[in-house]
């Protein structure tokens, strides 16, 4: 066992000694292949406006992320929100034999870690992912989203106490009316005979995803229902995750490379479509998904094909499949562009991009798009690595030029 192994170990121990103290706690756990992190936020800033919470810090290793949450946890905290991330198997069982949490939302599931350093296939991913929703309490909560076609099924095969939320009016509580703009989200909330008009600084379909599942945890725990709408219109983007930013060559920037999969790529890609202008839409590759690669790829192509994208630009090989899929599906081969590394995508970008286009930027962190930003503001990059293991952003790498 190495130094760190057993200092992890020991921070497992003194985790689990501070949660047998600290018995006031409500866990509210949070999984999935999407939206964990928006979800945690959004639900901990509506918990906060009646409870003391302390929430998942942002971009943990999904290893140690709960014995560093739970030891940051203040004996005057009455909530706990937890990411439970998992990328191999038998790591729910860990996090559950830490905490096991009184309320579940399951967001989503798609291929991502399937491949085989990971998970291996999308039915480990299902069956571990499930392991949460089987370890909460009798009395607990489970809360799936039902658009999503894998998570639905869970849920109803769950017979425990469950709440359903989505875009179709089957759900218990269900959207409609989506509008979205470079400034906001709006839609109506529905929830049994109420309606409730919602408006959010943050953007696009998965923020309404995160603002019903926010929505159904406040009700849960009886926060005011007139301060949740207040404290939801107030959000804002974080960095990468349909953030509006000043772009180059006076475009304006849709910054939504912080995480890609199947699902988040599709739902950025029609949220993009309802913003206003020519909308410019690049694509990096979506990582980990073994060999539902090139299908997962090819869906997000025929999803491009079919809404209203004026320019579409794949970054690396396994964008190829994109750009031929939207093809078939109809799309003009002159709206489409493909390049090997990020500095072809550049000089591509150099030649279209047009004063106040829209531009929109969506692949997996360890691509690092971002350097095509760089490169369009006349910076020096030198790396042309179509896959980088390193999590710290570009300008800041010695290895940039």
Same mark, same amino acid.
């Given at each position: 066992?190495?130094?760190?192994?057993?200092?992890?170990?020991?921070?497992?121990?003194?985790? +689990?000694?501070?949660?047998?103290?600290?018995?006031?706690?409500?866990?509210?756990?949070?999984?999935?292949?999407?939206?964990?992190?928006?979800?945690?936020?959004?639900?901990?800033?509506?918990?906060?406006?009646?409870? #003391?919470?302390?929430?998942?810090? @942002?971009?943990?290793?999904?290893?140690?992320?709960?014995?560093?949450?739970?030891?940051?946890?203040?004996?005057?905290?009455?909530?706990?929100?937890?990411?439970?991330?998992?990328?191999?198997?038998?790591?729910?069982?860990?996090?559950? #034999?830490? %905490?096991?949490?009184?309320?579940?939302?399951?967001?989503?599931?798609?291929?991502?870690?399937?491949?085989?350093?990971?998970?291996?296939?999308?039915?480990?991913?299902?069956?571990?992912?499930?392991?949460?929703?089987?370890?909460?309490?009798?009395?607990?909560?489970?809360?799936?989203?039902?658009?999503?076609?894998?998570?639905?099924?869970?849920?109803?095969?769950?017979?425990?106490?469950? &709440?359903?939320?989505?875009?179709?009016?089957?759900?218990?509580?269900?959207?409609?009316?989506? +509008?979205?703009?470079?400034?906001?989200?709006?839609?109506?909330?529905?929830?049994?005979?109420?309606?409730? +008009?919602?408006?959010?600084?943050?953007?696009?379909?998965?923020?309404?995803?995160?603002?019903?599942?926010?929505?159904?945890?406040?009700?849960?725990?009886?926060?005011?229902?007139?301060?949740?709408?207040?404290?939801?219109?107030?959000?804002?983007?974080?960095?990468?995750?349909?953030?509006?930013?000043?772009?180059?060559?006076?475009?304006?920037?849709?910054?939504?490379?912080?995480?890609?999969?199947?699902?988040?790529?599709?739902?950025?890609?029609?949220?993009?479509?309802?913003?206003?202008?020519?909308? %410019?839409?690049?694509?990096?590759?979506?990582?980990?998904?073994?060999?539902?690669?090139?299908?997962?790829?090819?869906?997000?192509?025929?999803?491009? *094909?079919?809404?209203?994208?004026?320019?579409?630009?794949? %970054?690396?090989?396994?964008?190829?499949? &994109?750009?031929?899929?939207?093809?078939?599906?109809?799309?003009?081969? *002159?709206?489409?562009?493909?390049?090997?590394? %990020?500095?072809?995508?550049?000089?591509?970008?150099?030649? &279209?991009?047009?004063?106040?286009?829209?531009?929109?930027?969506?692949?997996?962190? @360890?691509?690092?798009?971002?350097?095509?930003?760089?490169?369009?503001?006349?910076?020096?990059?030198?790396?042309?690595?179509?896959?980088?293991?390193?999590?710290?952003?570009?300008?800041?790498?010695?290895?940039?030029?």
């Amino acid at each position: 066992m190495t130094m760190k192994d057993s200092f992890h170990k020991l921070r497992r121990i003194l985790a +689990k000694i501070w949660l047998n103290i600290n018995l006031q706690l409500t866990v509210v756990g949070v999984t999935g292949s999407y939206g964990k992190t928006s979800t945690v936020r959004t639900v901990a800033e509506v918990l906060s406006l009646k409870y #003391s919470v302390n929430r998942t810090d @942002l971009n943990l290793d999904t290893l140690y992320n709960l014995p560093i949450t739970i030891l940051k946890t203040k004996i005057w905290n009455e909530v706990l929100v937890l990411e439970y991330g998992v990328d191999h198997i038998g790591e729910m069982d860990k996090h559950l #034999s830490l %905490v096991r949490p009184k309320i579940v939302i399951l967001t989503g599931i798609t291929p991502v870690h399937s491949d085989k350093e990971h998970f291996g296939s999308l039915e480990n991913i299902i069956q571990e992912k499930k392991k949460l929703i089987k370890g909460i309490s009798d009395s607990g909560l489970a809360v799936f989203n039902y658009d999503d076609e894998v998570v639905r099924k869970i849920g109803q095969k769950f017979s425990g106490r469950k &709440i359903f939320y989505g875009t179709n009016k089957q759900a218990d509580v269900w959207a409609d009316g989506v +509008k979205i703009n470079l400034n906001k989200t709006e839609f109506f909330l529905h929830d049994g005979k109420d309606e409730v +008009k919602i408006e959010t600084g943050l953007l696009g379909y998965p923020a309404v995803d995160s603002c019903l599942s926010a929505w159904v945890v406040g009700k849960e725990l009886k926060v005011d229902r007139n301060k949740v709408v207040q404290r939801i219109r107030e959000l804002k983007p974080l960095s990468g995750r349909l953030s509006v930013e000043k772009g180059p060559l006076e475009t304006t920037l849709v910054n939504d490379a912080r995480r890609a999969n199947p699902a988040s790529a599709m739902a950025g890609l029609k949220s993009l479509s309802e913003f206003p202008g020519r909308k %410019v839409a690049v694509l990096g590759e979506m990582g980990e998904l073994g060999k539902s690669e090139e299908k997962m790829h090819r869906a997000v192509g025929k999803e491009a *094909a079919r809404l209203k994208i004026d320019l579409l630009v794949g %970054v690396g090989p396994l964008t190829k499949f &994109i750009i031929d899929e939207a093809e078939k599906n109809g799309m003009e081969k *002159a709206k489409l562009f493909w390049a090997n590394n %990020v500095q072809e995508a550049a000089e591509i970008l150099k030649k &279209i991009l047009k004063k106040n286009d829209v531009l929109y930027l969506k692949a997996s962190l @360890l691509r690092h798009l971002e350097r095509i930003i760089l490169l369009l503001n006349g910076k020096s990059v030198k790396c042309n690595l179509t896959v980088c293991h390193h999590y710290r952003p570009c300008d800041a790498c010695p290895g940039l030029s």
